[in-house]
C-alpha cells in the first residue's frame, strides 16, 4: 500500500501563490493532483509521470500551476501562482501503481489517494 501525505495548503489573497507537497511511501508509476471546492465534485488537476517527468495539466490551471516530481525525496509538488476564488478547494494527491493510462482526467485509475490539504483564496 502506498500511504500518501499532502501538505503546504493555507490562505492566501488573490494572486498569490503556495506550493503543495505530496510524500509518498515510494515512488509510483503515476501520480496526480485533484481538487474539490464546497458543494462541488472532485476534479483533476495535474498528472506527471515520476518516471520521466511528462506531465499535464488541467485547462482552468495551465499557465498557473505546475506539478513536479522530486523521486529522491519520493515527492510530487504542485505550484500554484496568481491564485484566484475560484481555486479554493480541498487538494488531494493520489497515486497510481500499475501501469497504463497517467491522466487527471479519470479518478478511477488511481489507487491510492491522501487525506487533502486545504487551500481558501481570499478575494
Known amino acids: 500500500e502506498v500511504q500518501l501525505v499532502e501538505s503546504g495548503g493555507g490562505s492566501v489573497q488573490a494572486g498569490g501563490s503556495l506550493r503543495l507537497s505530496c510524500a509518498a511511501s515510494?515512488?509510483?508509476?503515476?501520480m496526480g493532483w485533484f481538487r474539490q471546492a464546497p458543494g462541488k465534485g472532485r476534479e483533476g488537476v495535474a498528472a506527471i509521470y515520476p518516471g520521466n517527468g511528462r506531465s499535464s495539466l488541467a485547462a482552468p490551471v495551465a499557465g498557473r500551476f505546475t506539478v513536479s516530481q522530486d523521486n529522491a525525496k519520493s515527492t510530487m509538488y504542485l505550484q500554484m501562482n496568481n491564485l484566484q476564488p475560484d481555486d479554493t478547494a480541498m487538494y488531494y494527491c493520489?497515486?497510481?501503481?500499475?501501469?497504463?493510462?497517467?491522466?487527471?482526467?479519470?479518478?478511477?485509475?488511481?489507487?491510492?489517494w491522501g487525506q487533502g490539504t486545504q487551500v481558501t483564496v481570499s478575494p
Open positions: 493520489a497515486a497510481r501503481r500499475s501501469t497504463g493510462a497517467c491522466t487527471y482526467a479519470s479518478q478511477m485509475i488511481f489507487d491510492y
Open positions: 515510494e515512488v509510483s508509476y503515476c
